[in-house]
C-alpha cells in the first residue's frame, strides 16, 4: 500500500485577473480512481456571513493509479483578492478524487499586481 497523494504543479501562486493558469495535476494513488476533480474557488473569512464559489471545474475520468494530466483555465475577472480587518477573500485550486475521497488544496491569489489587495481601516473622526 503506498501513501496516496495528490499534486498540483503551478509556476506561481499569484496571478492577475483575466489571466491564463496552466499547470499539471500529479497523481499517485492505492487504487484508480473513477474521476479527477480540479475546482477553482473562492470564499470570504472573517466576521459576518460566509460566502463561497465554485468558479470553473475541470475534470478527468479512467485515470491509472498514477499519472500526471497538463490543464489550462483563463482566470475570472473578479472578485480580487483581498486582506482586511474584518474580512477577507480567498482563492484555492482544490483537487479531488471521486473514489477513494483524496483531496489537496492550493492557495492562490488573484488580483491587480498579483497581490491581495490590502484594505485598510478608516478611523471616525467623529467622537
Not at 1 to 21: A, K, N, V
Not at 55 to 75: N, R, V
Request: proline fraction near 6%; charge should be negative; hydrophobic fraction near 35%.
Amino acid at each position: 500500500m503506498i501513501d496516496s497523494q495528490l499534486y498540483i504543479d503551478l509556476p506561481s501562486s499569484c496571478y492577475r485577473p483575466g489571466e491564463t493558469l496552466s499547470g499539471e495535476i500529479l497523481w499517485a494513488l492505492d487504487e484508480a480512481p473513477e474521476t479527477i476533480e480540479l475546482s477553482l474557488g473562492w470564499w470570504t473569512e472573517g466576521r459576518g456571513n460566509k460566502d463561497a464559489c465554485i468558479e470553473k471545474k475541470l475534470k478527468w475520468k479512467s485515470m491509472q493509479t498514477a499519472g500526471k494530466a497538463s490543464f489550462e483555465m483563463k482566470l475570472p475577472e473578479s472578485p480580487y483578492s483581498f486582506e482586511g480587518h474584518l474580512i477577507s477573500l480567498k482563492w484555492a485550486l482544490e483537487l479531488r478524487t471521486t473514489k477513494g475521497e483524496e483531496s489537496t488544496t492550493l492557495n492562490l491569489v488573484i488580483a491587480p499586481g498579483g497581490k491581495p489587495v490590502e484594505l485598510s481601516l478608516i478611523e471616525d473622526d467623529e467622537g
